[in-house]
């Protein structure tokens, strides 16, 4: 399995920016389709983003245009880009490797997480 360490998340104002970065050990990186999920109190985790290559990422329709997924091969890393954060935005997000195409994890196995609250 990959294993995954998320980081990057704090306290921000709403209509600030924060930048996660997921750092990945295990398999061929590159291989994966890789995304971004998330998960706020009371509710079930949901999909926020994932990219394959380094084009066709594809989002949450709420966070279309104001965040960016990106990936850095050489260093096994992934990214979120997160501008205009919303209160409704507050959340764990987690990492994870993501059946091509789909919303869906590819593995069980989950990082511990990374803690973006954003207040109004």
């Known amino acids: 399995q990959v294993q995954l360490v998320e980081s990057g998340g704090g306290l921000v104002q709403a209509g600030g920016s924060l930048r996660l970065s997921c750092a990945a050990s295990?398999?061929?990186?590159?291989?994966?389709?890789m995304g971004w999920f998330r998960q706020a109190p009371g509710k079930e985790r949901e999909f926020v983003a994932a990219i394959r290559g380094s084009d066709s990422p594809y989002y949450l329709d709420s966070v279309k245009g104001r965040f960016t997924i990106s990936r850095d091969n050489a260093k096994n890393v992934v990214y979120l880009q997160m501008n205009i954060l919303k209160p409704e935005d507050t959340a764990v997000y987690y990492c994870n490797t993501v059946v091509p195409g789909t919303t869906i994890p590819s593995q069980d196995y989950w990082g511990q997480g990374t803690q973006v609250t954003v207040s109004s």
């Open positions: 295990g398999g061929t990186f590159s291989r994966y389709t």
